[in-house]
């Protein structure tokens, strides 16, 4: 069964800045996708971005983007030019072979004005 | 397209009642996945279903039960209930692949009293 750490429970950035949440996981797939959602206040998850295994490049979506190591097992969430918006809890997600996905405890994440 | 619904949104039960809980996938979604997530426990998978059948399940006990209908629509259902029941449940759809992002209801808050 897959694993997943989160080894920040709490992390806060200043609104501008950038900010690293880090991931590491256990898998004996070769294949697979990964996966950051972000839960905010409103409890509804949103998927903040996706990475495919196989592919070499880093994923990136707007401000937000991936730092993909497969051979470490580690997937790191960067955002940048943090916004109040980006508050939220950020849960790391690689899917196992017997579930669709398997969550980290979560990273809260603060966003200070 | 409309997103993943959820019914209903709040429910209170006392310990030893059942419950039964509602997701409406997106259309066109085949699979439909819940989980519960605990402030103790994190987001932790209870089963999921595929095309009316169930494809994976978690750790839970037996008292945790669903189904899917030929519209896709699934149930939960949890008997007995007990203190620790208490949680949000999410439910979340996809297509069916195993990479496939998962979209997630707005989750029905169950207290147990």
């Known amino acids: 069964a897959q694993t997943v750490t989160q080894s920040q429970p709490e992390m806060s950035v200043q609104e501008a800045e950038t900010v690293t949440l880090s991931c590491t996981y256990d898998?004996?797939?070769?294949?697979?996708?990964l996966f950051w959602y972000k839960q905010p206040p409103s409890r509804q998850m949103i998927l903040v971005i996706r990475?495919?295994?196989?592919?070499?490049q880093n994923a990136t979506e707007n401000r937000f983007s991936v730092n993909f190591q497969k051979a470490a097992k580690s997937f790191s969430l960067k955002i940048s030019d943090s916004q109040l918006g980006d508050a939220a809890m950020y849960f790391c997600?690689?899917?196992?072979?017997?579930?669709?996905?398997?969550f980290g405890k979560g990273t809260r994440l603060s966003v200070i004005a | 397209k409309a997103g993943v619904t959820q019914t209903p949104r709040y429910l209170i039960k006392t310990r030893g009642q059942q419950v039964t809980l509602s997701c409406s996938p997106i259309?066109?979604?085949?699979?439909v996945s819940w989980y519960q997530q605990t402030p103790g426990q994190g987001l932790q998978f209870l089963f999921e279903?595929?095309?009316?059948?169930?494809?994976n399940k978690g750790n839970f006990p037996g008292r945790f039960s669903g189904r899917q209908f030929s519209n896709s629509r699934s149930e939960m259902n949890v008997s007995t209930l007990e203190l620790g029941d208490s949680a949000l449940y999410l439910c979340?759809?996809?297509?069916?692949?195993?990479?496939?992002?998962?979209?997630f209801g707005p989750g029905t808050r169950l207290t147990v009293l």
């Open positions: 979340a759809s996809s297509p069916g692949d195993r990479n496939n992002e998962q979209f």
């Open positions: 898998t004996s797939e070769s294949d697979y996708y």
């Open positions: 990475q495919e295994a196989y592919k070499q």
């Open positions: 997600a690689p899917p196992s072979g017997n579930t669709p996905l398997v």
């Open positions: 259309s066109g979604h085949r699979s």
């Open positions: 279903y595929f095309s009316e059948t169930q494809r």
